[in-house]
């Protein structure tokens, strides 16, 4: 090697690690800007990370804190830290540790938009859904068929409530909702590797027990599909939602699924079962449609069933996870003008949430309909609304909540579930509703 080639090589080490230095140095200022302007901004926009004392409707003599103790000084101290570990953070661990100081807030609205309303980071092509304390796969590419419905009982070796529990950190909300949003950060190695609970990003080893065979390891990669709209992934648990060109689905051979399976696609349909003398209507997601507002909807509704023999009706919103809370109120009155003498029911689901509460109140407020199934995603009293901040250089949005919604109409007002009823993955497997098929066993109106 000749002087002249071997200098030139020298140089070019020289430039391209002084070049990595820049590169490194640019990178660590615009995550500590981006920190400094979320310490700034988040705490003076959002209503719930700081003390807020209210006073309830129900009960104007008490007064009630609906943030954290101690939350904000905990946020400060939480943005410092990272603030000053930016150089020893990769960006996954960094964005994780924003979600972690947002979560801080117990209110389930206020949050870092990873996945759902904008997804960010990647995750496995798999459907997966808690039956119970079981996680399970409902659809996954043609190449993992083998594993449809398959229980996964830990991530690269972690017990799966183990995992679980980490990721309820990165999420605010009551036991229900975590358990929903879960379900997005499970199959996500950025998101796990960002919680030090993986060391690979791009994928993830899954032990699962398939629904033939003996407990094995199932190792896949992650794909990363930007999507800047809602995705919510209960609808993976039909097999009419999913792809079928990318995707099998452990019910894709069913020849009739339950009734709440039916329309993922819809916001709102309703069924008669005359034989049952029930009316079903199921409800997921509180917005208009193009061609008929939920107004004109529920309208059409009662015209269709007025001469029709039912003595039961039930509203499903087990997967309702919110919409629009000023849409559904004039055509629930509307419906429950007509539904005197009738016994009612209201299904609700863990990933009930926001208008989907508000939803199941009102109707339960103007019908005295019986609450069943499983306990909500959301309380009566929250913060929806608000904006969402948006960080310089990451360009991560923050939702900051700052609109007070209290549906406790009248003191001891709740929608906990009167009956409590688990859709067990047998049930699942078998196409079996043991909710609805409460309803129809019913003859009185008192709950057994």
């Known amino acids: 090697m000749n002087k002249k080639y071997f200098l030139f090589l020298?140089?070019?080490?020289?430039?391209?690690?002084?070049?990595?230095?820049?590169?490194?140095?640019?990178?660590?200022?615009?995550?500590?800007?981006?920190?400094?302007?979320?310490?700034?901004?988040?705490p003076a926009y959002d209503k719930t990370i700081t003390p807020f004392i209210f006073s309830n409707a129900a009960d104007s003599n008490k007064l009630y804190s609906y943030s954290q103790k101690n939350s904000i000084e905990v946020f400060l101290k939480g943005v410092d830290s990272l603030y000053k570990a930016v150089d020893q953070l990769s960006d996954d661990q960094l964005m994780i540790g924003i979600c972690k100081l947002v979560a801080l807030s117990p209110n389930a609205h206020t949050r870092l938009l990873l996945f759902r309303l904008e997804t960010v980071m990647n995750n496995l092509?798999?459907?997966?859904?808690?039956?119970?304390?079981?996680?399970?796969?409902t659809a996954a590419p043609p190449a993992y068929k083998a594993f449809l419905?398959?229980?996964?009982?830990?991530?690269?070796?972690?017990?799966?409530?183990?995992?679980?529990k980490r990721v309820d950190e990165l999420n605010s909300g009551n036991s229900s909702w975590k358990r929903y949003m879960s379900l997005y950060y499970l199959r996500s190695p950025q998101a796990l590797k960002g919680l030090s609970l993986v060391n690979d990003a791009k994928q993830?080893?899954?032990?699962?027990?398939?629904?033939k065979g003996k407990e094995q390891i199932l190792s896949m990669k992650a794909d990363f599909v930007?999507?800047?709209?809602?995705?919510?992934?209960?609808k993976d648990l039909s097999p009419n939602w999913v792809k079928k060109d990318s995707l099998m689905h452990v019910l894709l051979e069913k020849k009739r699924l339950p009734l709440y399976l039916q329309n993922p696609e819809k916001n709102y349909w309703y069924q008669y079962l005359e034989k049952a003398g029930i009316v079903y209507l199921n409800f997921s997601r509180t917005d208009n449609t193009k061609d008929l507002s939920?107004?004109?909807?529920?309208?059409?509704?009662?015209?269709?069933i007025k001469d029709k023999p039912y003595s039961k009706f039930v509203i499903d919103v087990r997967f309702n996870t919110g919409g629009d809370n000023d849409i559904a109120e004039k055509g629930l009155i509307e419906l429950a003008a007509n539904l005197k003498n009738k016994q009612v029911y209201i299904i609700t689901g863990y990933p009930t949430f926001s208008a989907g509460v508000t939803t199941s109140a009102l109707f339960k407020w103007y019908t005295g309909a019986k609450v069943i199934g499983e306990l909500a995603g959301d309380g009566l009293v929250y913060f929806s609304e608000g904006g969402d901040i948006q960080l310089p250089h990451s360009k991560l949005y923050v939702h900051y909540a700052n609109g007070f919604h209290?549906?406790?109409?009248?003191k001891g007002f709740n929608i906990r579930p009167d009956k409590e009823i688990l859709v067990s993955f047998q049930d699942y497997l078998n196409g079996e509703d043991?909710?609805?098929?409460?309803?129809?066993?019913?003859?009185?109106?008192?709950?057994?």
């Not at 020289?14 to 302007?37: A, I």
Request: glycine content about 4%; cysteine-free.
């Open 226 to 234: 930007p999507q800047t709209s809602t995705v919510d992934i209960w």
């Open 125 to 137: 092509p798999i459907g997966i859904y808690w039956f119970g304390n079981d996680l399970h796969i």
């Open 434 to 448: 043991p909710i609805l098929n409460f309803v129809i066993m019913q003859n009185v109106p008192g709950l057994k």
């Open 10 to 42: 020298i140089t070019i080490l020289l430039y391209n690690n002084v070049l990595t230095q820049d590169t490194r140095e640019v990178r660590n200022r615009r995550w500590q800007e981006d920190l400094l302007y979320f310490k700034d901004r988040f």
């Open 294 to 304: 939920f107004y004109e909807f529920t309208l059409k509704l009662i015209n269709d």
């Open 406 to 410: 209290n549906d406790i109409f009248i």
């Open 204 to 211: 993830l080893s899954l032990t699962v027990t398939p629904l």
């Open 149 to 164: 419905g398959a229980k996964i009982n830990a991530i690269n070796g972690i017990p799966i409530d183990s995992v679980k």
